[in-house]
């Protein structure tokens, strides 16, 4: 393997447990001590569909992640990828990671029945809105110009297509 590719992998799971393991995995922890409160445990409807929204989540989540790493960068902003990433989730949203770190935040506050984890995942609601809108966008428009602009007048930020978007290119 070369030096990108390992840089790149190395990169991608540093940051993989830094920002979404903190955001969605240790901070919904403090909040829920991962206790279930049901009388019946994981029976309950609920119960269950907290925990499908959490494994969705994960799996959306590592598949971003990977397609990443396999470009040769990461999320980061200080290691970006040479292209755009426009494969797999990418292809019908423009924020799957940040929806699936959402679907595994409002999975805990289902599977562990928490109102401050719901309230927790307003606020990162709030706060990746504005990080998108703020930072995000203007710098992958920057970073990738009339690759991005295609993309995103192609491809919703929040609202995935049922249909994936083929680029031109």
């Known amino acids: 393997m070369d ?3 390992v840089r790149a992998w190395v990169g991608t799971l540093v940051f993989l447990v830094l920002t979404p393991g903190v955001v969605a995995g240790l901070v919904p922890r403090l909040i829920t001590g991962w206790r279930i409160p049901w009388a019946g445990g994981w029976v309950s409807p ?9 494994l969705s ?3 959306v989540l590592l598949d971003a992640f990977v397609r990443f790493a396999r470009a040769d960068g990461t999320p980061a902003p200080p290691m970006p990828t040479a292209h755009l990433v426009v494969v797999g989730p990418y292809r019908h949203v423009r924020n799957p990671m940040y929806l699936a770190v959402l679907s595994i935040i409002l999975g805990q506050a289902l599977l562990f029945r928490s109102g401050g984890t719901l309230f927790y995942a307003g606020l990162v609601l709030l706060a ?6 703020g930072y ?5 428009e920057e970073q990738y110009g009339d690759e991005y602009r295609e993309y995103r007048g192609n491809v919703r ?3 995935p297509r049922l249909r994936p978007w083929n680029s031109a290119s």
Not at 46 to 53: D, E, K, L, S
Not at 136 to 140: F, I
């Open 46 to 54: 609920v119960a269950i569909v907290g925990g499908i929204a959490v």
């Open 157 to 159: 930020g929040w609202i």
């Open 128 to 133: 990746v809105a504005l990080f998108v809108r």
């Open 3 to 5: 030096r990108v590719r």
């Open 57 to 59: 989540g994960i799996v």
């Open 136 to 140: 995000e966008e203007p710098t992958l």
